[in-house]
């Protein structure tokens, strides 16, 4: 399956850059666990694929809404900035 996802090089709000990914991705149950398991799957096959992650998310559709799941400094980055666009996709 092809995943897409957004790998970005951004300003720290605490100097320097931070690296992240956000995966178009959904967990098969709605449980944190679940989450977690899809979203640790994706961040090690990017880093497998040559991709510096520090901070990762998940971005899905649940009720006609984009949500997010991740590391929550980058979630409360992604909820005020929006969804970024697609940079890369990986196969899983």
Known sequence: ???????????????????FAVFEAKATSNTS???????????????????KIDQSAIAFSQDGQIQF?????????????GLPQWTHWIDT
């Open 1 to 19: 399956m092809r995943i897409n996802f957004a790998h970005i090089h951004h300003p720290s709000t605490s100097g320097g850059y931070i690296d």
């Open 69 to 81: 799941f991740g590391n929550k400094n980058l979630v409360d980055f992604l909820s005020n900035s």
């Open 33 to 51: 666990s679940a989450k977690q398991s899809v979203l640790n799957q994706l961040t090690q096959a990017a880093r497998s694929a040559g991709h």
